[in-house]
């Protein structure tokens, strides 16, 4: 089938101002959109530029807009956003983040907040000789959020993000936030108060549920941020 | 730019990031970085799935020697056998390591690390299949990944992302440090080092299908070898045999550890007359060649031997309780792209290239060597799938890989850092950078309408057709040729983005070209190789000559010709025999 794909384009080495470009080519139905970027780059324009690596969603790599919402355009497949010819797809780059250069976005915000949650183990213990016990079940409780990969749609999705009234560090980090403080083996929520009850930390949160609409791994952030909320408070009465 | 620097790491996947960390640990080296052309997270040992082996015995008797042994066979007997034992040995300890920094690996009733079969892993020296793959779901290397990343992090290393090894500076044998292309600048940075340990990943790029990366371009031995220095074993590719069809995305052979089942047209389970004692879980190479026949004697689902026909990895009987909970990403894989639901259809799989045996050759201290005899390359280290140590020989096991990482990446690590802490830099020259600004000046002035898709689409056709899972000397021979021809081609390929910053056409170019020299290699070892072994199957020579050819290959490039020499394997502890299974 035919489509126009709507490409938002921004190249301050050539032209200060974003500008949008359409590009019409033959795909698959079942084409990744992806691949329609590909395509484009090889055969009309060598000069689109977009990240990419693994083309099946487990690298965090591609996050744009696509049709509007934040996808991984390895994960998004033609038939998902066009049904019929000459259907129009519209990609732009991640919203609250410095466009680089077209679909590129500047992530070091977003690594920078990921980074002040300590996102690594702080075990509460010395290690033994052979593994920490942990039961299959207390296992469960932080499995959701270590399937992250890391690629900020649920930050460009984000209204407080955006609006940027008040400082946060968005939902990934505070995800990875919930993800250490409930593992058995980490020093928790007693020992990471600090990091954790700040204002700019899950407290910001307003609940809009945007980043786990369109997180492509599927994890429950705003749940996983609202049960860190209340064992924090419980944590403070107690 | 120019950086100075106690030991830089190329690569930020498992094997680098491992090194890194290890190297870290040692308070006498103070600087030292990780360059890397992808974000560490971005790095494919994300993509891996099923499981990383180790004989912890936790639900059922093993042990390392027992580990080492079928690595050994599992390679066809083209395995250094000592290094095999020091992989299943500290195997173990790399695992609680991981285990220890938060891996959250799946767990036993009794709360111990869970593990699942995998194919050629065995009990008591082949008796029977034994749980020895640890696993975190079907995540495995994201989570290997996220926890080494996590713990660079603490330990403060420093890391140059999206920037792009071009050249690494060896005098005699010395080296010296690398030159790196920032692609948010264009500009090039000289990294002067005391120490370099290239741990750039696989190559699997060169084949059409493949479950591998578009970033999978062997960077780091194609550059080695445009120096002249060896790469051995590159005959031996491993395709995996399930991929997705049509699309190479992997299924984990974790799928067949819990149950998976292939079959063919007649719905028969084939494999029963390939391999009647490990069946589905025979080595990775018997099962992507049983595939292959069954397609070719038309007993693929489609019933076509001639183009690209697939079988069914039947996973119906396993329950959605299993497909969810042990493999939830291929589980979702299936659904997303192949629009099936694996609890009630079987999956279309057919083989996609997958893993290089073969790579830089090192010892078993990461340190690489220049030649057949065993000379160092004085401060030159590698680790990971672009090295080759060699303890996949053949053909690798499955689990094997992420084992090879952690072990070899950690004593690779930590052996540069100890190197370093008593080094000196070696001077370089004012103009180090200039052999990697002329192959940026060469693209940016030719004005030819060679177009680098049509180069790279025949190259990864000529790989899978010639040089693929079943080889004759006649199409490696017209592949040598056409792979020849293309790298004549490539040497007039332009780059019309002429904008500084981000240009990835650019360095999707240089890709090309690195992978265009390693096709060479590959095709030209795997033509001299007058037999069948592990992943090398030939049509011509299909029985194993261990009298002519039980040894490793060193193939360096010379311009246009490439020169064999070979290396004789380390058989110390058990006897070469058939493999059977
Ligand atoms: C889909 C899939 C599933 C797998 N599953 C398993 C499994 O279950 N068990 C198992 O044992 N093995 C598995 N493997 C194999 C295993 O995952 C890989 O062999 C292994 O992860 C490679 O790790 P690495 O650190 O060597 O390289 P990678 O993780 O590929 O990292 C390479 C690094 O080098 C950098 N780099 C490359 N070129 C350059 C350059 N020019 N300049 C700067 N930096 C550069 C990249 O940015 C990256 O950081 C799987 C492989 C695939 C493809
Ligand atoms: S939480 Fe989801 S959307 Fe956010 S970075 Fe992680 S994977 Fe991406
Ligand atoms: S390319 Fe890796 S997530 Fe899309």
């Known amino acids: 089938m035919r489509i126009v794909v709507s490409i938002k384009r921004y190249n301050p080495e050539k032209k200060p101002q974003a500008y949008t470009q359409e590009f019409s080519l033959d795909v698959k139905p079942t084409d990744r959109v992806l691949d329609v970027l590909v395509s484009i780059k090889e055969n009309q324009d060598s000069s689109l530029t977009f990240r990419k690596s693994c083309a099946h969603g487990v690298c965090g790599s591609d996050a744009m807009i696509i049709n509007g919402q934040e996808r991984l355009a390895c994960k998004t497949l033609v038939k998902d956003v066009a049904q019929v010819d000459n259907d129009r797809i519209e990609v732009e780059p991640l919203r609250s983040m410095p466009i680089q250069r077209d679909l590129a976005v500047d992530q070091g915000v977003f690594f920078d907040n990921y980074r002040k949650i300590d996102p690594f183990l702080r075990p509460k213990e010395k290690p033994p000789k052979e593994e920490y016990r942990q039961s299959q079940k207390e296992r469960e409780q932080f499995e959701d959020p270590t399937k992250c990969i890391l690629c900020s749609a649920c930050y460009s999705s984000c209204p407080v993000i955006e609006a940027g009234e008040k400082k946060f560090v968005g939902p990934a980090a505070s995800a990875q936030a919930a993800r250490f403080a409930f593992d058995t083996r980490d020093v928790g929520i007693a020992g990471r108060l600090e990091e954790l009850d700040t204002p700019d930390g899950v407290a910001a949160c307003d609940n809009h549920f945007n980043c786990t609409k369109v997180c492509p791994r599927g994890i429950k952030i705003t749940k996983n941020i609202n049960t860190l909320k209340k064992s924090i408070k419980k944590h403070k009465e107690s | ?581």
């Open chain 2, 1 to 581: 730019m120019k950086h100075e620097l106690d030991v830089v790491v190329v690569g930020a996947g498992g094997a680098g990031l491992y090194a890194a960390l290890e190297a870290s640990r040692n308070k006498k080296v103070k600087n030292i970085a990780v360059v890397s052309k992808l974000f560490p997270v971005r790095s494919h040992t994300g993509a891996a799935q099923g499981g990383i082996g180790a004989a912890l015995g936790n639900l059922e008797e093993d042990k390392p020697e027992w580990h080492a042994f079928d690595t050994v066979k599992g390679g066809d007997y083209l395995v250094d056998q000592q290094a095999a034992m020091i992989l299943a040995n500290e195997a173990v300890d790399s695992v609680y390591d991981l285990e220890h920094n938060g891996l959250p690996f799946n767990r036993t009733e009794e709360g111990k690390i869970d593990q699942r079969r995998f194919g050629g892993h065995t009990r008591n020296f082949g008796e029977a299949a034994v749980r020895r793959s640890c696993y975190a779901a079907d995540r495995t290397g994201h989570m290997i990944l996220q926890t080494l990343y996590q713990q660079c992090i603490k330990n403060k290393v420093a890391f140059f992302n999206e920037f792009h090894l071009l050249d690494v500076l060896i005098d005699g044998n010395t080296c010296q440090g690398i030159v790196a292309y920032d692609l948010a600048t264009g500009e090039l940075h000289t990294f002067h080092a005391k120490a370099v340990l290239l741990a750039t990943g696989g190559f699997g790029r060169m084949f059409r299908i493949t479950s591998n990366a578009f970033a999978n371009t062997g960077d780091g031995p194609a550059v080695l070898a445009q120096q002249g220095l060896p790469l051995e074993d590159m005959e031996f590719f491993q395709f995996h045999p399930t991929g997705i069809r049509g699309m190479g995305i992997l299924i984990t052979e974790g799928v067949r550890g819990e149950g998976g089942i292939l079959r063919n047209c007649d719905g028969e389970r084939f494999m029963e007359r390939y391999a009647p004692t490990l069946l589905d879980l025979a080595p990775r190479d018997m099962i992507a060649r049983a595939i292959t026949t069954e397609i070719l004697n038309g007993k693929g689902i489609l019933k076509k031997p001639q183009g690209d026909d697939y079988v069914h990895l039947d996973t119906t009987h396993l329950g959605k309780e299993v497909l969810e909970k042990k493999l939830p990403d291929i589980t979702e894989f299936c659904r997303t792209y192949q629009d099936i639901d694996p609890i009630t259809t079987p999956i279309p799989v057919q083989p996609t290239a997958h893993y290089g045996m073969g790579g830089i050759p090192t010892d078993v201290n990461g340190q690489v060597f220049g030649d057949t005899k065993g000379t160092i390359v004085e401060g030159l280290y590698a680790a990971g799938e672009c090295a080759c140590v060699s303890v996949h020989g053949a053909n690798r096991l499955g689990t094997n890989s992420l084992v090879d990482l952690i072990v070899f990446g950690k004593r690779a690590g930590s052996s540069v850092a100890s190197f370093a802490a008593g080094a000196q830099h070696q001077p370089i020259p004012v103009n180090a950078d200039d052999r990697a600004k002329k192959r940026i000046i060469d693209l940016s002035n030719s004005s030819s309408n060679v177009k680098q898709d049509v180069l790279r689409k025949k190259m990864r056709d000529t790989m899978m057709d010639g040089v693929g899972i079943f080889r004759n000397g006649n199409d490696m021979a017209d592949a040598i040729e056409t792979i020849k021809e293309l790298r004549e081609d490539a040497k007039d390929l332009s780059v019309s983005d002429a904008n500084a910053k981000y240009n990835t056409e650019l360095m999707d170019t240089m890709e090309l070209k690195n992978l265009l020299d390693l096709s060479l290699i590959t095709a030209v070892s795997a033509h001299n190789r007058q037999e069948s072994r592990g992943a090398h199957a030939r049509e011509d020579f299909p029985d194993r000559d261990d009298a002519n050819f039980l040894k490793h290959t060193y193939a360096s490039l010379n311009k246009d010709e490439v020169r064999l020499e070979y290396k004789s394997v380390d058989t110390s502890i058990w006897e070469p025999k058939p493999r059977k299974y």
